[in-house]
């Protein structure tokens, strides 16, 4: 086999990279889109050739105009089973800190792409996000805790953070 070959039959893996912000309540960030009727935390796709991190800085810039220095360290790696009719994933969430009102003033909501912004606890979510990223966004607050990076299976910690 080539070494062209082989790179074509390595398996390919979607990944996704988000940031979870927090209010001086804990409260996690929570991001309204327009376009699916669950909420997200501030992030999305890692397009070819872009790291998670980038990712991560990128998608805080279009959807809520928030610099990329704001993507702080990693909390959580998380592998996502197929589901949905959608493939095998990775999925980041770095840390984006603490966010004071003076920080939400600065918040410029993407045109078209999120409808709103809201501080809530995970148990608070749960109604309005996917199950996976509950059990993901429960695991990254822990890391902050422990000052510790979680690794995830499908939403679930599998290690003690």
Same mark, same amino acid.
């Given at each position: 086999? =080539? $070494?062209?070959?082989?790179?074509? =039959? ?10 979870? &912000? ?8 929570? @991001?309204?889109p327009t376009y699916k009727p669950n909420w997200e935390v501030p992030g999305g796709v890692v397009?070819?050739?872009?790291? $998670?991190?980038? #990712?991560? +800085?990128?998608?805080?810039? !279009? !959807?809520?105009?928030?610099?990329? +220095? ?11 089973? $197929?589901?949905?009719?959608? $493939?095998?994933?990775? #999925? &980041?969430? &770095? ?17 078209? !792409?999120?409808?709103? @912004? ?8 749960? =109604? ?18 422990? +000052? =510790? ?5 499908? +939403?679930?910690?599998?290690?003690g953070a």
């Open positions: 086999m =080539s $070494p062209a070959e082989y790179v074509a =039959s390595l398996p390919r893996k979607r990944m996704a990279a988000g940031v979870v &912000f927090r209010d001086r309540d804990g409260r996690v960030l929570w @991001v309204e397009e070819a050739g872009e790291s $998670p991190w980038e #990712a991560a +800085g990128r998608e805080l810039m !279009e !959807e809520l105009g928030l610099l990329a +220095g704001r993507v702080g360290r990693l909390l959580v790696v998380d592998h996502v089973h $197929p589901h949905d009719d959608r $493939p095998e994933g990775m #999925a &980041f969430l &770095f840390d984006g800190g603490v966010l004071v009102q003076a920080d939400m003033e600065g918040v410029n909501l993407a045109d078209g !792409e999120i409808r709103s @912004v809201r501080f809530m606890t995970v148990d608070e979510a749960r =109604s309005r996000v996917k199950p996976v990223l509950a059990g993901r966004v429960a695991a990254a607050l822990d890391a902050v805790r422990m +000052g =510790s990076t979680a690794l995830c299976e499908h +939403g679930v910690q599998i290690n």
